[in-house]
């Protein structure tokens, strides 16, 4: 079993959809909480960073992360053709230290709004 | 600045032949990975850096070597490709003491 669980998708929404993306995991050690976007044949670029349990918005994106359930979503609004991409979900144990900012990721989801 | 430079974008090889990837970052960061992406799989860490002089095997590194001679620069090498190695390999750095990873636009490799 993989320590990051998330479904890969396809996920194709109509613009204006409300758009829900999961990942699960497994290290109950996990604290640093990522979302990355990764348009086509491009590098991931950060999109939220969370710590610990809790919401975080910014503007039509929400990341919440709730450690009990070993459970992450991101939620986007009001969803736009421009936000049609690869969303992968990454943690780690602390800020550097012994984890030497090594990340584990998820799968990634592909994600299309249509017009 | 430019921040995370992968050379080349593309390459095509033959089975056996050898390449090396070449990553830049003018952040001065200290910590430096290298992924490979397949469809399905995310990413995967195959060697990582915490500093000039040194590196470390990451999930995947069979097959692969590093080197990490300038703190600015992260080689990654195939002595010997094979098809199984058809993939995007994406290059990723990080400053001491954060967890927040810069990459780059990746370099798309095919061996035939």
């Known amino acids: 079993q993989k320590e990051v669980e998330q479904d890969p998708g396809p996920l194709s929404v109509p613009e204006g959809a409300i758009v829900s993306l999961n990942c699960t995991y497994s290290?109950?050690?996990?604290?640093?909480f990522m979302w990355y976007r990764q348009y086509s044949r491009k590098g991931p670029e950060l999109l939220m960073y969370?710590?610990?349990?809790g919401n975080k918005e910014d503007g039509r994106f929400t990341a919440q992360v709730d450690k009990s359930s070993k459970y992450i979503s991101l939620f986007i609004r009001d969803s736009q053709p421009s936000d049609s991409a690869t969303y992968l979900c990454?943690?780690?144990?602390?800020?550097?230290?012994?984890?030497?900012?090594?990340?584990?990721f998820g799968q990634g989801t592909i994600l299309t709004v249509h017009p | 600045n430019a921040g995370v430079t992968q050379t080349p974008k593309f390459r095509v090889l033959k089975t056996g032949q050898s390449m090396t990837l070449l990553c830049a970052q003018d952040?001065?960061?200290?910590?430096m990975y290298w992924y490979r992406q397949d469809p399905g799989m995310g990413l995967r860490l195959i060697h990582y850096?915490?500093?000039?002089?040194?590196?470390a095997k990451g999930e995947v590194p069979d097959g692969y070597n590093v080197s990490r001679l300038k703190k600015q620069n992260f080689l990654l090498g195939l002595e010997s490709a094979a098809p199984s190695q058809t993939s995007v390999y994406f290059c990723?750095?990080?400053?001491?003491?954060?967890?927040?990873?810069?990459f780059g636009a990746g370099t798309r490799l095919s061996v035939l």
């Open positions: 990723a750095s990080t400053p001491t003491g954060r967890n927040i990873q810069y």
């Open positions: 290290n109950s050690a996990f604290q640093y």
């Open positions: 969370t710590y610990s349990s």
């Open positions: 990454a943690m780690t144990t602390n800020a550097g230290g012994t984890s030497y900012g090594k990340l584990t």
């Open positions: 952040m001065n960061h200290e910590y």
């Open positions: 850096s915490v500093g000039e002089g040194t590196t």
